[in-house]
């Protein structure tokens, strides 16, 4: 079945330090993947996403790579910021999901320390 | 903002309650869903509805009943929980044409409601 799994965390960083969290996936077909980062105290919102293969997304610094060879899409960030301290979640959808279900990895927290 | 709202925010309840979780979105999306994170735990699934109508119910226990009565509005039916009920609700929202290749569309989700069973 579909699956996504992610690095456990938490990752604990010095400000304006490289980020990775690494990200892999199972998935059938051509699944559109997602990142989501969760803010303290709020909802899951999205981050950036790539429905094709070699697709890159970004968005607020933040960029992940489709790799299909690979199956990952790990996200980085070149510089991070205390701001960006909070819970990343990896995610896929297609077909195979139902096309309106998403799967989500377990999560990954980071904090970012001044 | 990101368009869907939820209702409370926070909510205690004791075990002989019957208790509603109200979403509303205002993205003009088709599909809402209803999700459970717990503190270390995977985010659980719980039902899907789209065109207002239930798609998914993941095996979840009698005890939570949802509502769907348009495509704006999403309700979570609480009575007789445990605590073990108790973690942060969400409530989302997407796009979708269900049975149509070519879907997925990403998800909004509300703040979350959350819940403590005493």
């Known amino acids: 079945g579909n699956s996504v799994t992610q690095m456990e965390g938490p990752v604990t960083l010095s400000e304006e330090a490289f980020l990775t969290i690494n990200c892999t996936y199972t998935?059938?077909?051509?699944?559109?993947l997602f990142w989501y980062v969760q803010y303290p105290g709020e909802g899951l919102q999205l981050l950036l996403k790539a429905t094709k293969a070699d697709d890159k997304g970004s968005n607020k610094g933040f960029e992940a790579t489709y790799r299909k060879e690979t199956t990952s899409f790990h996200l980085e960030k070149g510089s991070v910021q205390v701001s960006d301290s909070a819970v990343y979640f990896c995610?896929?959808?297609?077909?195979?999901?139902?096309?309106?279900?998403?799967?989500f990895g377990a999560g990954t927290r980071l904090f970012v320390k001044a | 903002e990101t368009g869907v709202t939820q209702t409370p925010r926070h909510l205690v309840m004791g075990m002989t309650n019957k208790k509603s979780l109200k979403c509303e979105q205002h993205?003009?999306?088709?599909?809402m869903y209803w999700y459970k994170q717990s503190a270390k735990k995977p985010l659980e699934l719980m039902f899907v509805y789209s065109l207002e109508e239930r798609v998914e119910n993941n095996s979840v226990p009698s005890r939570f009943s949802p509502e769907c009565p348009n495509s704006s509005h999403l309700f979570l039916h609480l009575h007789t929980l445990q605590p073990e009920d108790s973690a942060l609700y969400l409530c989302?929202?997407?796009?979708?044409?269900?049975?149509?290749?070519?879907?997925?569309?990403?998800?909004?989700f509300g703040p979350g409601t959350r819940l403590t069973v005493t």
């Open positions: 989302a929202s997407s796009q979708s044409r269900p049975g149509l290749a070519g879907g997925p569309y990403e998800q909004y």
């Open positions: 995610a896929l959808s297609g077909e195979d999901t139902g096309g309106f279900k998403t799967i």
């Open positions: 993205l003009g999306h088709n599909a």
């Open positions: 998935a059938t077909g051509y699944p559109s």
